[in-house]
C-alpha cells in the first residue's frame, strides 16, 4: 500500500518522515498522477487559504476531491482539517473545502496571545495521553452525527474521524510519538479500496 503526503505547501516533510519510520512507502503529491499513484493520502497542515490557491492551479482539487469521495483514505492535520470540512468560519475566507468531515472548523481560533501551543490531549481507546503541539490551530466547533470524536482537549474535539477519513486540529507529524500516525495506517490499511496503481 502506497501512502502519499500532499506536497504543495506546509509541513509535509516530517509527515513522509514518520511514516517512513512506521515502515509504510510515503510519497509526495504534487499532481494528478502523483496522487493517481497513491492508496492514501495526508493533508498536512500549513496555510489553508494558500493550499486551496495551489491545489486549484496544480489541476489536483477536483481529481482530489473525487478519490475523497470514492473512499481514498485521508488523514488531514490542522490546515489539512480545514480543508475537510464542511463549513469553514469566520466565512469569507478564500477557502474551498472538500466537505469529507461533517464538521464547522473555525480557522485561527485560539487567538494571537496562544496560537501555538504544546499540551497533553486525551484520546478515547488510550491510557496515555499524547503531546499534541497546536499551530494557528481551528477549533471544531461543530460535529454531525457521522463523526466519530477520538480525542478531545478541554472537552473540544481535536482528531475526528468518518469512515476513511481522520483529522486532528494539531500536528502530530511535529512529535517524537508515533501513535496518531500508526491510527492512520491502521484505518487506511482496513478501509482502503482495491489498489488504485
Ligand atoms: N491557521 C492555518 C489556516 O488557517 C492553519 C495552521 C496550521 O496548519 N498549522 O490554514
Redo the contacts with the bound molecule.
Keep these: 500500500m502506497k501512502f502519499g503526503v500532499l506536497a504543495l505547501q ?2 509535509f516533510g516530517a509527515h513522509c518522515s514518520t511514516l517512513r519510520e512506521l515502515g509504510v512507502s510515503a510519497r509526495l503529491v504534487r499532481t494528478p498522477s502523483d496522487l493517481a499513484s497513491v492508496d492514501a493520502i495526508v493533508l ?8 486551496t490557491k495551489l491545489l486549484t492551479s496544480s489541476g489536483l482539487f477536483d481529481p482530489l476531491a473525487a478519490a475523497v469521495d470514492d473512499g481514498l483514505p485521508v488523514f488531514g ?7 475537510l470540512s464542511s463549513t469553514v468560519e469566520p466565512e469569507g ?1 478564500d ?1 474551498r473545502c472538500l466537505g469529507a468531515l461533517d464538521v464547522t472548523a473555525v ?2 481560533a485560539y487567538g494571537r496571545q496562544i ?2 501551543f504544546e499540551q497533553p490531549i486525551t484520546l478515547r481507546d488510550d491510557d496515555e495521553t499524547f503531546d499534541a503541539v ?5 477549533v471544531i466547533a461543530r460535529v454531525g452525527p457521522s463523526v466519530e470524536v477520538l480525542a478531545t482537549l478541554d472537552g473540544r474535539p481535536v482528531l475526528v474521524r468518518r469512515g476513511p477519513v481522520m483529522a486532528a486540529t494539531f ?1 502530530p507529524e511535529l512529535t517524537a510519538d508515533p501513535r496518531i500516525h500508526e491510527r492512520f495506517v491502521r484505518l487506511a490499511t482496513s478501509t482502503a479500496p482495491a489498489s488504485r496503481s
Design positions: 506546509g509541513a498536512p497542515g500549513g496555510e489553508s487559504t494558500t493550499m492535520t490542522c490546515a489539512g482539517l480545514i480543508l475566507a477557502v480557522r485561527n496560537d501555538s497546536f499551530i494557528r490551530a481551528p500536528h
